[in-house]
């Protein structure tokens, strides 16, 4: 159980990578409502990946629950409660793309009379998308910092593992919040946060969980 969670947690980072790299290459555009629809299948198919990110999401919060509720029936709940929350958020922010594909129909077939109108529709949709990310990542945040006092309570990996765990979701939540704010300072605080999510579950599916010295 220990091992396909961890090939869950790969799974997840690969395609929200992929997927979100794909969505950002249309949705970035500054005229990204006259070139949605054309690209279409490009924003289809980096939604489906967000989708399978969301649904991977919610298997490692399934995987993970018994095994974290023997050494913390609370902080487990907790954690498979945020992943499940997280999941939901992931599914309506892979959503809206599938929205802006619609309205940049019309706009292309609508001409210049209503540009001013439906790119500020536009934005309001993309700003829905980042926001619902956001949210997202800061439900991530909380619950996985319970996740990773329970690791190193427990010692089921070792503890300098779960001391990158909680540098990295700190620093998400710290990031989420700025962004809510509106205050960008980069990709630099998802760093300690990515380093836990491809080094614990790879530890994992290679030694699994360390249960001897678990209390």
Request: aromatic fraction near 12%; charge should be neutral; hydrophobic fraction near 55%.
């Amino acid at each position: 159980m220990a091992r396909a969670a961890g090939a869950m947690f790969l799974v997840s980072t690969g395609v929200y990578m992929i997927g979100s790299g794909l969505l950002d290459s249309v949705l970035n555009r500054p005229d990204f409502l006259a070139g949605l629809y054309p690209d279409r299948t490009t924003v289809v198919f980096g939604s489906f990946l967000e989708l399978i990110n969301a649904m991977a999401v919610a298997a490692i919060a399934i995987l993970l629950y018994p095994i974290l509720k023997k050494h913390s029936e609370a902080f487990a709940l907790g954690y498979f409660g945020a992943r499940i929350m997280e999941s939901a958020l992931l599914i309506l922010s892979a959503a809206v793309p599938l929205v802006l594909i619609a309205l940049s129909q019309y706009y292309i077939s609508a001409g210049t009379a209503n540009d001013s109108y439906l790119e500020k529709i536009g934005d309001l949709w993309v700003e829905a998308h980042a926001l619902l990310f956001q949210m997202a990542m800061i439900v991530l945040s909380l619950g996985s910092l319970l996740l990773c006092s329970v690791l190193y309570r427990s010692r089921l990996v070792p503890r300098f593992l779960s001391g990158i765990g909680f540098i990295g979701y700190a620093a998400l939540l710290l990031s989420g919040c700025l962004s809510i704010l509106g205050l960008e300072i980069g990709p630099v605080l998802y760093v300690p946060g990515a380093v836990f999510e491809i080094a614990f579950p790879i530890w994992i599916i290679v030694r699994g969980f360390n249960l001897r010295n678990s209390d």
